[in-house]
């Protein structure tokens, strides 16, 4: 069974509490490894554009490679952005609450992420991070 991101973090978090620094660098790799390797072609994951969060579908894997085609997500009616003066010019209050309807595309841009040994992740060429599990999210704030 796959695991969503709050159940790999539940996990993460409470296997964290009862190691030393040595030992849990160790297992959080191994972890990471895992989760990661789960992920397999028409599975749903996510790009993390630094405040912002894009879905997409794997459409290709390798041994080292992640191949993803971008996804469109529409903002849901049943949730509109409420704003109070601050900031630049206006400050979203109720940003954590969004809801998106995400639909796979296939006319959608493809891009590639490369396995990084270093970081334990996959990463494209911009550095940005691929993650399992199909979500939405635009920062309104930034």
């Keep these: 069974m796959k695991r969503t991101t ?18 849990w660098d ?4 191994k972890m990471r ?3 990661y390797h789960e992920m397999d072609v028409g599975d749903h994951a996510h790009i993390c554009h630094y405040s912002d969060v894009s879905p997409v579908t794997v459409i290709k894997k390798t041994a080292t490679t992640l191949t993803v085609r971008m996804d469109k997500a529409t903002r849901d009616e049943s949730w509109k952005p409420e704003w109070v003066v601050g900031g630049f010019s206006a400050h979203c209050t109720n940003i954590d609450e969004q809801k998106w309807i995400i639909e796979e595309d296939e006319n959608g841009s493809v891009e590639v ?5 270093r970081y334990n992740q996959y990463r494209n060429t911009s550095g940005e991070k691929l993650f399992p ?4 999210y635009y ?3 930034f």
């Design 26 to 29: 160790d297992v959080e790799r």
């Design 139 to 141: 920062d309104y704030n």
């Design 33 to 35: 490894d895992e989760w």
């Design 113 to 117: 992420f490369r396995w990084s040994k």
């Design 6 to 23: 709050e159940q790999f973090y539940k996990e993460y978090y409470e296997k964290k509490a009862h190691l030393s620094w040595r030992e």
């Design 133 to 136: 599990e199909w979500r939405k």
